[in-house]
């Protein structure tokens, strides 16, 4: 039996180990349209210390060791850490870009590949661009000044230093507040639409 994850992010990663475990025989195959493993986590993608957004009790895989650290990095070592033990390494192919998904077929960089059954995960990462913004979205361009939370690193936030940029963060959700936390500057807004968890910090620090 052929059986096919898309996504190798955190479920992407515990599906494999899962189906691994009970389909011992079959051809098991994890594609990730990036160069590391970890989804939204990959270290490609987060400033090393964004932590508001990971809560150690949320991202704790079952019969693994538990995690005290809130920093991205630790969380990404701590995922290369279970593949490697539970040798799932060679379930898993990078840079596998899925253009077209249909029956039982996956076309994966040009490549029509047939399998039994097909699993996707990571579908909750889809970045929330409001329909207004879009039209000044664009995350290629250098000169792009829209980013969403998940997009946010380190050349980024570099860009954001300079006294002469005003930043406003839209939303009241964790990686909004670690945005605010990373990007630390006194002409910073923080707009929510609504109170939320972090309301209190908003009120006693000014931005």
């Known amino acids: 039996m052929k059986l096919a994850i898309i996504g190798g992010g955190v479920k992407g990663i515990a599906l494999l180990k899962q189906l691994k475990d009970n389909f011992k025989t079959s051809d098991i195959k994890l594609y990730e349209k990036n160069s590391k493993i970890g989804g939204v986590w990959a270290n490609i993608h987060k400033v090393p210390y964004q932590s508001i957004q990971i809560i150690p009790r949320h991202y704790r895989f079952i019969n693994f060791k538990n995690r005290n650290s809130v920093k991205s990095d630790d969380l990404y070592n701590y995922l290369i850490e279970y593949i490697n033990i539970n040798n799932l390494q060679d379930h898993i192919y990078l840079n596998s870009n899925i253009t077209e998904i249909k029956d039982e077929k996956l076309k994966i960089n040009g490549e029509y590949l047939y399998f039994d059954y097909i699993f996707i995960t990571g579908r909750n990462s889809r970045k929330n ?41 839209i939303g009241g959700s964790k990686s909004s507040a670690d945005a605010i936390l990373n990007i630390n500057k006194k ?21």
């Not at 300079?162 to 930043?167: G, L, R």
């Open 187 to 207: 002409n910073t807004k923080w707009i929510a639409r609504r109170y939320n968890r972090f309301a209190e910090f908003n009120k006693k620090n000014t931005f």
């Open 129 to 169: 661009i409001p329909e207004k913004y879009k039209k000044y979205y664009n995350y290629e361009n250098p000169s792009n000044k829209i980013f969403h939370s998940s997009e946010l690193n380190q050349q980024i936030l570099n860009k954001m230093s300079e006294d002469s940029v005003k930043c406003v963060v």
